[in-house]
T-cell receptor
């Protein structure tokens, strides 16, 4: 069964700093990858997706995927206090609707 | 407004009681899910439901059962709740393989 692991468990960065979140997965047949963000008291919301090897940039957020090394990462540039949240990595294949796996999350705190 | 809606927001009950939580999605998605998010914020998939096909996570106790009237609704019933059922229950929907899941705001259950 797919294993999705995230690191670090928690991360504290100063406002304006760079936050880097990591995620490894175990199934080489994985095809679709997302980063979710969950603010306190809310449900998780998809932040961005990445499906091809390399970098994908959306504003201050850059996702990086390396399928060969089973690794996906999220980098948040110029971090803001509003970025403080729980971030989940999610991995999916294309067989079975149950085939959608979340990591344990990284808690990000941005200090003003 | 298109989204995933959950009711109630909160529910407090006694051990042994039966509870039922509602979920409705207006996104036109074909697949719906129930997740349990525990105090450590881990997301554990409980059920997925697509085209009347129900997939159950084998670790889910039998006192939990999903109920669907159509593809836009997937309710969750818990017969005889236990203290360990205290958690946030999140409903989600998804369009297809390469698409992300959309989550509702969750229902927080407290079992006394």
């Amino acid at each position: 069964q797919q294993k999705v692991q995230q690191s670090p468990e928690s991360l504290i960065v100063p406002e304006g700093g760079m936050a880097s979140l990591n995620c490894t997965f175990s199934d080489r047949n994985s095809q679709y990858f997302w980063w979710y963000r969950q603010h306190s008291g809310e449900g998780p919301k998809a932040l961005m997706s990445i499906f091809s090897n390399g970098d994908k940039k959306e504003g201050r957020f850059t996702a990086h995927l390396n399928k060969a090394s089973l690794h996906v990462s999220l980098h948040i540039k110029d971090s803001q206090p509003s970025d403080s949240a729980l971030y989940f990595c999610a991995v999916s294949g294309n067989t079975g609707y149950q085939n959608f796996y979340f990591g344990k999350g990284t808690s990000l705190t941005v200090i003003p | 407004e298109t989204a995933v809606f959950q009711t109630p927001n909160y529910h407090v009950t006694q051990v042994g009681n039966e509870v039922s939580f509602n979920c409705k999605q207006t996104l036109g998605h074909d697949t719906m899910y129930w997740y349990k998010q525990d105090s450590k914020k881990l997301l554990k998939i409980m059920f997925s439901y697509n085209n009347k096909q129900l997939i159950v996570n084998e670790t889910v106790p039998r006192r939990f059962s999903p109920q669907s009237s159509d593809k836009a609704h997937l309710n969750l019933r818990i017969k005889s709740v236990e203290p360990e059922d205290s958690a946030v229950y999140l409903c989600a929907s998804r369009r297809d393989w390469a698409y992300e899941q959309y989550f509702g705001p969750g229902t927080r259950l407290t079992v006394l």
